[in-house]
């Protein structure tokens, strides 16, 4: 079993920056992918960023590309998202998720792949 936890969520206002952090407790061996999903109201949690295990490749949805950054601190079992030039339309709660297996360039995008999920951490950007 892996335990995410998130922090660093908060309101802020466009065109400022939060840095978002996941901790990793557990069985965090087992752990391949590390990935970054949002959920706005009333839509579905939707990939945002995900970083393979070595920290190599780093993968984005087009609307974050050039402003959020994803990386990862294995010896700290850390992953974090920072994120840059927030835009309202970025207002969601954010999940940290881990994936047991090893995901394809596609399949890392897609939230079925992922085994652990934290408990989001909420993201608000006002205009």
């Known amino acids: 079993q892996v335990t995410l936890v998130e922090s660093g969520g908060g309101s802020v206002q466009a065109g400022d920056s939060l840095r978002l952090s996941c901790a990793a407790s557990g069985r965090t061996f087992s752990v391949n992918a590390m990935g970054w999903f949002r959920q706005a109201p009333g839509k579905e949690r939707e990939f945002a960023a995900a970083?393979?295990?070595?920290?190599?490749?780093?993968y984005y949805t087009d609307s974050v590309k050039g402003r959020f950054t994803i990386s990862r601190d294995n010896a700290k079992n850390m992953v974090y998202l920072q994120m840059n030039s927030l835009k309202p339309d970025d207002t969601a709660v954010y999940y940290c998720?881990?994936?047991?297996?090893?995901?394809?360039?596609?399949?890392?995008?897609?939230?079925?792949?992922?085994?652990?999920w934290g408990q989001g951490t909420e993201v608000t950007v006002s205009s």
């Open positions: 970083i393979t295990k070595s920290g190599s490749n780093t």
């Open positions: 998720a881990a994936d047991r297996s090893i995901a394809t360039i596609r399949s890392i995008r897609d939230v079925y792949e992922y085994d652990y």
